[in-house]
Antibody, heavy 114, light 112 residues
Framework: EVQLVESGGGLVKPGGSLRLSCAAS????????MSWVRQAPGKGLEWVGR??????????DYAAPVKDRFTISRDDSKNTLSLQMNSLKTEDTAVYYC?????WGQGTLVTVSS | DIVMTQTPLSLSVTPGQPASISCKSS???????????LYWYLQKPGQPPQLLIY???NRFSGVPDRFGGSGSGTDFTLKISRVEAEDVGVYYC?????????FGQGTRLEIK
């Protein structure tokens, strides 16, 4: 079964850090371009960033609101995608999904509040 | 950034009747490789988004054939030939021809 499972969400204070993980199974993770997409409470979908497959360069791209604060990485040996979030702001509060575009995880909630 | 504009923003449909959602992009989504990078997702209540249609008109695995996508350039449409109760949720179009990847605002479909 093709599956993505996120973990690592929680409550963090403004200015704090959090690391999300996404475990992939059932497909060739190493070949996939992977993205993080977030959804603030009651709002629409917002793309956060993407990492290409290593064969396509393994480069990363980010949305303007998170650039220089968030870092996406991948470990193809463990079929895992990560999102390191630093200098968190209240407006980063959202459910964070990892996705290949074709498959989405269930999401993990990040709440930034004092 | 490419702006994706969906209409209508909400839709109330009687089961068995058709439904149609429009998505217009601020720039052409036709790539030089010949593909058009327009996708449709459905987010059912309490669930993550699920892919319905990729590259304008290709149904994803397991998607019922009552869902159909069409369009070109900057104008796209998702049609449901006969709405069923399980189709409720929010429909999003998305473009990936240019970064940042952007989504439409979403169209909420409810059953009458």
């Amino acid at each position: 079964e093709v599956q993505l499972v996120e973990s690592g969400g929680g409550l963090v204070k403004p200015g704090g850090s959090l690391r999300l993980s996404c475990a992939a199974s059932g497909f060739t993770f190493s070949s996939a371009w992977m993205s993080w997409v977030r959804q603030a409470p009651g709002k629409g979908l917002e793309w956060v960033g993407r990492i290409k497959s290593k064969t396509d360069g393994g480069t990363t791209d980010y949305a303007a609101p998170v650039k220089d604060r968030f870092t996406i990485s991948r470990d193809d040996s463990k079929n895992t995608l990560s999102l390191q979030m630093n200098s968190l702001k209240t407006e980063d509060t959202a459910v964070y999904y990892c996705t290949s575009g074709f498959v989405w995880g269930q999401g993990t909630l990040v709440t930034v509040s004092s | 950034d490419i702006v994706m504009t969906q209409t209508p923003l909400s839709l109330s449909v009687t089961p068995g009747q058709p439904a149609s959602i429009s998505c217009k992009s601020s720039q052409s989504l036709l790539h030089s490789d010949g593909k058009t990078y327009l996708y449709w997702y459905l987010q059912k209540p309490g669930q993550p988004p699920q892919l319905l249609i990729y590259e304008v008109s290709n149904r994803f695995s397991g998607v019922p054939d009552r869902f159909g996508g069409s369009g070109s350039g900057t104008d796209f449409t998702l049609k449901i030939s006969r709405v069923e109760a399980e189709d409720v949720g929010v429909y999003y179009c998305m473009q990936s021809i240019q970064l940042p990847i952007t989504f439409g605002q979403g169209t909420r479909l409810e059953i009458k």
